[in-house]
């Protein structure tokens, strides 16, 4: 297994990871050293990054100093494909090279942000499955270009817009990065068809796992063959002996509001004050809001009313079930929580990928998309009233929960390793997602 040196990266596949090691597989893991204590944790075996960059997304800007001092959004996103992902790629190889003299691993089980990927299937030989633990990135003739946060076009004029953007992202906004990985591609030999960064990991696959189910994801007439839905993808969760969390308060107020903005955005302000303030002295409302370390004892000294709970950390499965909306910054693994939980949701995140997933969440009417990083006051309010009110979002989250509920994830991974290596005759349903997505009413 390895993974992309991010947390949204790494934990989905932890659960999965235990599990098949429960089932008698020798899973190895190659990471970053950041995640050692969690593989330790884990009681698996880790091979650290060695040639690769050692790093963590959520500390690029000190691993990458140079990061801090480019001002243009389209500048820095390339740059952070070129440096995050493009340039890995060969340090990954060579690391894997020594691996395997030690570990001769049939598989690649890795995720859609691991560049090492593609040279692990043409340089080693091995076969990768791919979990894709965010909305599908491949691109389609029926969408525009993935990262722009746009719905599919409705109209003739729409659809026209969207081809251009999807021309533009290739030939302007991404060229060079693009350029980059096909430079290095060639210096292996390594076939990509002028695939994009977005594309190349997808499309070279021999499995692609999407995490979620059809019901988050846009109709596509051209999705690739060696895709498959996998339903939601879970931590591993340690038996570690603790009280299940409850609070007193939960049976004192109408409506429960959970509120959070994951690990890695450390910037209170964005969304956890605007949340407080719009919250604070609600006679009907109860907020809770996790903060994930960043300035909870100045948050609770600040926040102290009765309708208001604020604690570091406190899991999902604790909290959830007493909850009617979640308003979230768009991480995809907490959204799916909240969905597998019932929980409509109201969504302000634009960076790293979010906007993609807010935007499904809103097309979707399985909450409110605000289309923001940094919400007021009263636009919280005023979503969370319309979710709480409005049953269209409760009955569209039960719909997609449903669905998430028929399926097994970690059973399906197996499986679909089992495929890949010819190992097993009893494989999972081969039908198309185009078939699947075809013959449903979203």
């Given at each position: 297994m390895a993974s992309a040196p991010a947390d949204g990266h790494f934990n989905p596949m932890t659960?999965?990871?235990?599990?098949?090691?429960?089932?008698?597989?020798?899973?190895?893991?190659y990471a970053t050293t950041h995640y050692a204590d969690k593989i330790r944790?884990?009681?698996m075996h880790h091979y650290p990054f060695t040639v690769a960059k050692n790093f963590l997304a959520s500390n690029i800007d000190t691993d990458f100093p140079e990061r801090q001092?480019?001002?243009?959004?389209?500048?820095?996103?390339?740059?952070?494909?070129?440096?995050?992902?493009?340039?890995?790629?060969?340090?990954?190889?060579?690391?894997?090279?020594?691996i395997k003299q030690e570990f001769d691993f049939d598989v690649l089980l890795c995720d859609n942000g691991f560049?090492?990927?593609?040279?692990a299937k043409y340089e080693l030989g091995v076969p990768i499955v791919v979990l894709s633990i965010l909305p599908l990135t491949e691109s389609s003739r029926d969408l525009a270009p993935y990262g722009l946060?746009?719905?599919?076009?409705?109209?003739?004029?729409?659809?026209?817009?969207?081809s251009g953007l999807r021309w533009l992202a290739t030939n302007v906004l991404f060229k060079n990065s693009n350029k980059i990985l096909h430079e290095i591609l060639n210096r292996y030999d390594i076939p990509?068809?002028?695939?994009?960064?977005?594309?190349?990991?997808?499309?070279?696959?021999?499995?692609?796992?999407?995490?979620?189910?059809?019901?988050?994801?846009?109709?596509?007439?051209d999705l690739s063959d060696n895709v498959?839905?996998?339903?939601?993808?879970?931590?591993?969760?340690?038996?570690?002996?603790?009280?299940?969390?409850?609070?007193?308060?939960?049976?004192?107020?109408?409506?429960?509001?959970?509120?959070t903005q994951g690990t890695v955005e450390k910037d209170v302000s964005k969304l956890l004050v605007p949340a407080l303030e719009a919250f604070k002295d609600d006679?009907?409302?109860?907020?809770?809001?996790?903060?994930?370390?960043?300035?909870?004892?100045?948050?609770?000294?600040?926040?102290?009313?009765?309708?208001?709970?604020?604690?570091?950390?406190?899991?999902?499965?604790?909290?959830?079930?007493?909850c009617d909306v979640y308003i979230s910054n768009g991480g995809y693994g907490g959204v799916l929580l909240g969905i597998e939980h019932r929980l409509p949701l109201v969504v302000a995140g634009v960076h790293e990928g979010k906007n993609e997933i807010c935007a499904r969440i809103g097309y979707f009417n399985y909450g409110v998309n605000l289309k923001t990083e940094r919400p007021s006051p009263p636009q919280l309010r005023k979503a969370v009233n319309e979710v709480l009110m409005n049953p269209l979002y409760k009955n569209a989250v039960e719909h997609l929960a449903e669905e998430l509920e028929t399926y097994q994830p970690n059973q399906l991974v197996e499986q679909y390793i089992y495929e890949v290596l010819d190992r097993q005759p009893n494989k999972p349903s081969t039908k198309t997602p185009v078939q699947v997505m075809a013959e449903m009413s979203i």
């Open positions: 659960g999965v990871g235990k599990y098949l090691e429960s089932q008698g597989h020798d899973v190895r893991w944790q884990m009681e001092h480019i001002k243009n959004p389209i500048k820095k996103i390339n740059w952070d494909i070129e440096h995050f992902f493009i340039a890995r790629g060969p340090e990954y190889l060579e690391d894997m090279k020594a560049t090492g990927a593609v040279f946060g746009l719905t599919p076009a409705r109209s003739i004029a729409g659809r026209l817009f969207h990509h068809e002028r695939l994009s960064v977005f594309d190349l990991v997808c499309k070279k696959a021999d499995i692609l796992l999407q995490s979620g189910s059809p019901r988050f994801e846009y109709q596509r007439s498959r839905f996998i339903g939601g993808l879970l931590p591993y969760q340690p038996a570690n002996g603790k009280k299940q969390w409850f609070a007193d308060k939960i049976t004192e107020y109408k409506n429960i509001v959970l509120v006679a009907d409302t109860l907020l809770i809001c996790t903060t994930g370390g960043s300035d909870t004892a100045r948050l609770k000294k600040q926040y102290g009313q009765h309708n208001i709970i604020i604690e570091d950390f406190i899991a999902f499965k604790d909290v959830m079930p007493f």
